[in-house]
């Protein structure tokens, strides 16, 4: 079997590796920070992710982590009222053969990452930062990537996951920095001890708003409550988790009805993001080298998708190359050709549902209303099983 280099040691890139350990391949992971770990708080898997997860080993782990919670509801932030909700037990279980749970970042990465520091077809390197690539052309045979110390290594392939900004993409793709959305976003984790009982809920709560959304689900187990604040304020610069005053925080919804505010006034230690993505592309390859996670597809958080589409992506890419190496250029490509629509799609979505159902003013939100409010839960499933239904084999 090949010997595999993966650029990126987060959630993709280690799904990735060890996906493809399993098909027999060597897999040397190149991580630009020292040491592995994952930032973040809480994200949201649906059955798609828990399919993907299974398949590459760790199924079990994440699941004793996970918080399994009741439904997704979407409720007016000005008013407090009740808008839609979708279950997310019995009936849409039953459908999707797997549950809709919510994590912390930490609780998808440590499993991943305990399973490639066992395997031993599996190297992590800390440190190994992959600023270019090079290759003298498919009928080498081989790939080599170059680190920021200067050193180069080769193999037969080599797989770009070092995410948004990705210096893989940068030379395959050459669209340059990621498209500022003009969104920013506010987290901070909350200990459930200090949330009132009342407002203890165990769903993905969602307040939408004019130009703005707030949402709360329990992370850690129960254990902490996570907030996250988003505005549509036209931000043009890209901010990375910048620490921010409450006050700040808070004077940034004043909209807010009494419930929602409630909640948001828990929140201390705040820090803010300006959402980015990019556009899809049709070119996910270069020979011997191809991307994956956000290397390939960024895409804006309203989905709840990003981590769901690299873990399929994961899938994916181990199957295509279960192979020897005189194919895998070829299979890269067939790697890249079922991947592209389904995530270009959901992109795509994620945008939409931003404009069309977290931030609608006005007439636009009552006929969102409207809309959603006329959905029974089947309803519900059908428009989403596109999505929470993949089937990787």
Not at 16 to 41: D, N
Not at 105 to 115: A, I, K, M, T
Not at 210 to 235: C, E, M, Q, S
């Amino acid at each position: 079997m090949a010997n595999i280099l993966i650029a990126g040691g987060g959630i993709g890139g280690l799904a990735a590796a060890l996906g493809l350990a399993g098909r027999g391949h060597r897999v040397t992971v190149l991580e630009r920070r020292e040491t592995f770990t994952e930032l973040g708080a809480g994200i949201q898997l649906g059955p798609n992710a828990f399919h993907a997860l299974d398949l590459l080993g760790v199924g079990a782990q994440v699941r004793d982590r996970a918080v399994y919670i009741d439904e997704l509801r979407l409720m007016d932030g000005t008013t407090d009222e009740w808008i839609a909700s979708m279950p997310l037990a019995g009936d849409y279980r039953t459908r999707f053969g797997n549950p809709y749970a919510v994590v912390q970042r930490s609780d998808v990465y440590e499993p991943l990452l305990d399973g490639c520091r066992s395997h031993p077809l599996i190297e992590l390197r800390g440190g190994s930062q992959v600023v270019a690539y090079e290759q003298r052309g498919q009928g080498s045979g081989e790939v080599t990537a170059v680190l920021g110390s200067g050193e180069r290594l080769s193999g037969a392939a080599l797989i770009g996951a070092d995410g948004i900004r990705s210096a893989v993409r940068r030379q395959l793709v050459g669209d340059g920095d990621p498209r500022v959305s003009g969104h920013t976003i506010y987290r901070t984790v909350v200990p459930v001890e200090q949330v009132p009982e009342e407002l203890r809920w165990n769903t993905v709560t969602l307040w939408a708003g004019p130009k703005w959304h707030f949402v709360h689900y329990p992370i850690g187990g129960g254990a902490w409550l996570n907030l996250a604040a988003t505005r549509d304020d036209g931000a043009q610069v890209a901010v990375v988790g910048q620490p921010t005053g409450r006050d700040h925080v808070l004077n940034e919804f004043p909209e807010l009805g009494e419930t929602a505010r409630r909640l948001l006034e828990l929140g201390r230690d705040w820090k803010a993001w300006v959402l980015c993505d990019r556009d899809p592309v049709e070119v996910w390859t270069d020979g011997r080298v191809a991307l994956l996670g956000d290397a390939a597809h960024p895409m804006l958080q309203y989905a709840a998708q990003g981590a769901c589409q690299a873990l399929e992506d994961a899938v994916v890419l181990a199957e295509s190359l279960d192979c020897c190496e005189d194919t895998v250029v070829q299979r890269l490509e067939k790697y890249s050709a079922e991947r592209r629509e389904r995530t270009a799609r959901t992109q795509l979505v994620a945008r939409e549902i931003g404009r069309r159902l977290y931030h609608p003013v006005g007439e636009a939100a009552r006929e969102r209303n409207a809309m959603l409010t006329g959905l029974s839960a089947d309803d519900m499933f059908d428009k989403v099983a596109w999505l929470h239904g993949a089937d990787l084999g």
